[in-house]
């Protein structure tokens, strides 16, 4: 009986926390499509809070002082003589869950927890037509993906000065 209670008690502490809200996972990168304007972006997760990231962005962009990083237009590729919209936006989440361990050493309330931040970064590319790079049915598609998985993996924390 003894063990029994044991074995309860421990499962229970084990698995009383419920996770109320998850992160989602993107262990690269991951072209979506989003359902209010149909429009494709590339989405990844740097390991860095978003102000290092826009940073190093904007160095990637070549982006001066004046320029918004949200919303600038800008010569991507040499091949090409057309300019193009860029549009970068950032999401910070945070994982949610509740622990129901206190239920058993007599507190009232269940305690919620909140889990590390974690940053998002959205690109969407558009041509000079209006077109979406990051369509499939782009002419840019091929070319605007291998920039941005490149943008992706030299992105780093630069100084602030």
């Known amino acids: 009986m003894k063990n029994t209670f044991i074995l309860f008690f421990t499962l229970f502490s084990f698995y009383s926390c419920i996770t109320t809200h998850k992160v989602r996972q993107i262990d690269n990168f991951?072209?979506?499509?989003e359902n209010?304007?149909?429009e494709e972006s590339f989405l990844?997760?740097?390991?860095m809070y978003p102000?290092?990231?826009k940073r190093s962005l904007r160095k990637q962009f070549g982006l001066t002082?004046?320029?918004n990083l949200s919303d600038f237009d800008t010569k991507l590729f040499d091949d090409f003589d057309t300019r193009f919209n860029v549009k970068i936006s950032f999401d910070v989440d945070r994982e949610k869950y509740t622990d129901?361990?206190?239920?058993l050493i007599n507190r009232d309330n269940p305690e919620d927890h909140i889990g590390k931040t974690e940053t998002f970064v959205k690109i969407i590319i558009v041509d000079a037509n209006g077109n979406n790079c990051l369509s499939t049915k782009?002419?840019?598609?091929?070319?605007t993906r291998s920039f941005l998985v490149d943008i992706k993996n030299n992105i780093?924390?630069?100084?602030?000065f």
């Not at 990844?44 to 390991?47: E, L, W, Y």
């Not at 782009?138 to 070319?143: E, R």
């Not at 780093?156 to 602030?160: H, I, S």
């Open 100 to 103: 129901y361990t206190p239920l």
């Open 156 to 160: 780093n924390k630069e100084p602030l």
């Open 36 to 38: 209010m304007f149909n």
């Open 30 to 33: 991951r072209i979506e499509t």
């Open 44 to 47: 990844f997760k740097p390991n």
């Open 51 to 53: 102000e290092e990231a």
């Open 65 to 67: 002082k004046d320029q």
């Open 138 to 143: 782009s002419l840019f598609y091929n070319k």
